[in-house]
Antibody, heavy 123, light 108 residues
Framework: QVQLVQSGAEVKKPGASVKVSCKAA???????MHWVRQAPGQGLEWMGVVNPRRGRPIYAQKFQGRVTMTRDMSTSTVYMELSSLRYEDTAVYYC?????????????????WGQGTLVTVSS | SSELTQDPAVSVALGQTVWITCQGDILRTYYASWYQQKPGQAPILVVYGENNRPSGIPDRFSGSRSGNTASLTITGTQAEDEADYYCNSLDSSSDHYVFGTGTKVTVL
């Protein structure tokens, strides 16, 4: 049974950093793992992707320089750290498993999602 | 452009058919994946590839593509289909993924 379990809600002050974890159970850890966020009342926003086994993460241009995505293969956990937090970073952050079922013709196929982690930036 | 544009909102009578479109040049290269999101919940995958549904998704959900436009069709819409729907694909020029702007479906 595939399950992505994320860490709990966080409240941070502007300028601080937050690190969200996503532990993968089941047949997940050889898959690409993405991070997606959703601000209150807004749409889904892709933040980046990490290959659990090799290669550098790829980050959305908007978050370059502020986000770091890592993985710990020993614990089947991926992490997303966002620094220099601003009020507008208040959002629910999701990890999502990318599972290519189309031989490369349908990238961005997220078949399992974490439950989401609410990060609130407040002074 | 790597944007994916969707109509903000559509409404459909119970039992009727609704079409949700997603437009963007990156769809000429790759198929879109479609996600349903209900308030307070994580998104779920409903359609992917040429026209495929994950296990457990009703067959009233279907997908298609023509040129730079992907479409999600719900045939015989049910009350429980009221939700936000997002498309997603990859911009091969940057290796960045893109979500559509989202469509709110209201069932009347």
């Amino acid at each position: 049974q595939v399950q992505l379990v994320q860490s709990g809600a966080e409240v941070k002050k502007p300028g601080a950093s937050v690190k969200v974890s996503c532990k993968a159970a089941g047949d997940s850890f050889n898959k690409y793992m993405h991070w997606v966020r959703q601000a209150p009342g807004q749409g889904l926003e892709w933040m980046g992707v990490v290959n659990p086994r090799r290669g550098r993460p790829i980050y959305a241009q908007k978050f370059q320089g502020r986000v770091t995505m890592t993985r710990d293969m020993s614990t089947s956990t991926v992490y997303m750290e966002l620094s220099s937090l601003r009020y507008e970073d208040t959002a629910v952050y999701y990890c999502a498993r990318d599972n290519d079922r189309c031989g490369g013709t349908c990238p961005g196929l997220y078949d399992y999602w974490g439950q989401g982690t609410l990060v609130t930036v407040s002074s | 452009s790597s944007e994916l544009t969707q109509d903000p909102a559509v409404s459909v009578a119970l039992g009727q058919t609704v079409w949700i479109t997603c437009q963007g040049d990156i769809l000429r290269t790759y198929y879109a994946s479609w996600y349903q999101q209900k308030p307070g919940q994580a998104p779920i995958l409903v359609v992917y590839g040429e026209n495929n549904r994950p296990s457990g998704i009703p067959d009233r959900f279907s997908g298609s593509r023509s040129g730079n436009t992907a479409s999600l069709t719900i045939t015989g819409t049910q009350a429980e289909d009221e939700a936000d729907y997002y498309c997603n694909s990859l911009d091969s020029s940057s290796d960045h993924y893109v979500f559509g702007t989202g469509t709110k479906v209201t069932v009347l």
